[in-house]
């Protein structure tokens, strides 16, 4: 074990430290988190509409025999869509530059506004006098992120440049003041800006945009839209969980920037459509991971807590200490939540329950990617809370799937079958002591 050690210390430790303290990447990951509300917003209106208002929803077409109008209230809440998944590229060019500039201890209410500005400078030309909404949404968010990012970065330099700064007398208040300050850099951004977009014209009509999903969006939606990508991340993630290091949170960066359009894309089809089925990206982080990954927690540590409160049943159990852990972990299992059972028992450096640790979530996220492409389920890919129990998410994330709640339910059963025989040599070692 200490060779082990030495070797996740020695190559993923550096991995991890420079992933979380690239500013870039922690911007990215943390405009998404604070976007959460409105993706989760989106995404409930969607179920709402799917399950309880629509004639062939799991609970609406027992309400159509009630209320035979039924379909029509779907209208109340389908503006919702408009203000939330429909913006999401305008949310999170601000966000980003916001949070860029905070990192460079500058004004982030403005970067925010330039980088906005600048993103709809780059925007594709109106047709007929109006702005298309193509590219406010899902279809948008690579050019957002960059534009956020170097409009950030570039913000946050030329505003510390004295010789750009408009600097006024004592007496005008501070707010005025600072706007001057920026005038500036805001100027040299948004013209930079424009001439690229003229440029890029020159080469693509319809703007940066069509240019980036045709080069670099599209190609990486379809690395991330195999099911394998999803499970090598999490392999990456549990090993380093499996040293202390909180896994999920340091490759987010990745998982969040991969799958941000796919995700706000598939919420878009699902409220069109009516249904999680024949969604564009079935096998996203969330589908994938979110369903049959983290039945609760990271590593599937439900499935673990199950596997020693059975053990703890029989003649020769000596591990009380598990058994205590487990009953603490249980509660806050069902919620997703899992550093009492990680850090307790501890699963982190031992041994024995790493191996299932890490072994859990590759196999049911594998057979989660099998019953979706065989058609046997729906992708649950709406986002309805990582802490909602399961199989409860399964069934809403999936527009009110039972099969994807039933297939959560029977994965679960699998992962308490592989923690079993470590469980049970976890037990043994502690007796031979």
């Not at 972990?329 to 919620?335: D, K, R, S, T, V």
């Not at 809370?385 to 994965?411: D, H, M, N, R, Y």
Request: glycine share 8%.
């Amino acid at each position: 074990m200490q060779a082990l050690n030495s070797f996740f210390e020695r190559y993923f430790m550096p991995f991890a430290t420079k992933l979380n303290s690239i500013k870039g990447l922690i911007a990215i990951r943390d405009a998404f988190v604070q976007i959460f509300p409105l993706t989760f917003v989106g995404s409930i209106v969607v179920c709402i509409n799917v399950v309880l208002l629509s004639s062939s929803g799991f609970i609406g077409q027992f309400l159509v025999k009630i209320i035979p109008d039924l379909d029509d209230f779907q209208a109340v809440l389908s503006p919702v869509s408009n203000g939330t998944i429909n913006l999401m590229a305008v949310f999170i060019v601000f966000l980003i530059a916001r949070n860029m500039a905070k990192q460079y201890e500058v004004d982030g209410l403005k970067a925010g506004l330039t980088a906005l500005a600048s993103f709809f400078v780059l925007y594709p030309p109106k047709v007929d006098g109006m702005l298309t909404e193509s590219y406010l949404g899902a279809n948008g968010i690579f050019v957002a992120i960059i534009t956020g990012l170097l409009v950030g970065y570039g913000f946050s330099k030329l505003t510390k440049i004295d010789k750009l700064q408009i600097k006024m007398p004592d007496q005008v208040p501070p707010e005025v003041s600072k706007s001057f300050m920026i005038a500036i850099p805001t100027a040299i951004i948004i013209i930079l800006t424009s001439v690229i977009a003229y440029c890029i014209s020159l080469i693509e009509p319809q703007g940066l945009n069509a240019l980036v999903y045709a080069i670099l969006q599209a190609p990486i939606q379809s690395l991330g839209a195999t099911p394998f990508t999803p499970m090598i991340l999490i392999f990456m993630a549990m090993i380093l969980w499996s040293v202390g290091i909180h896994g999920t949170f340091t490759v987010s960066p990745i998982y969040i920037t991969l799958y941000a359009s796919m995700n706000i894309a598939n919420i878009s089809y699902a409220a069109q459509a009516g249904t999680t089925a024949g969604s564009p990206y079935p096998y996203t982080w969330f589908a994938l991971f979110e369903n049959y990954g983290c039945i609760g927690g990271t590593g599937n540590t439900l499935a673990l807590i199950v596997a020693i409160l059975i053990l703890s049943r029989k003649k020769g159990w000596k591990r009380a200490d598990y058994t205590k852990t487990a009953k603490i972990g249980l509660i806050p299992g069902l919620f997703c939540i899992n550093e009492p059972i990680i850090f307790g028992l501890p699963i982190v450096l031992n041994p024995i329950l790493v191996i299932p640790f890490i072994l859990s979530p590759i196999v049911s996220m594998g057979l989660g990617a099998l019953m979706i492409s065989t058609g046997l389920v729906l992708p649950g890919t709406l986002d309805v809370g990582w802490t909602t129990p399961q199989p409860i998410k399964a069934f809403l994330s999936a527009s009110g799937s039972w099969e994807t709640a039933i297939s959560v339910c029977f994965v679960f059963i699998i992962c308490v079958l592989i923690y079993l025989p470590f469980v049970a040599l976890a037990n043994k070692q502690q007796t031979n002591q």
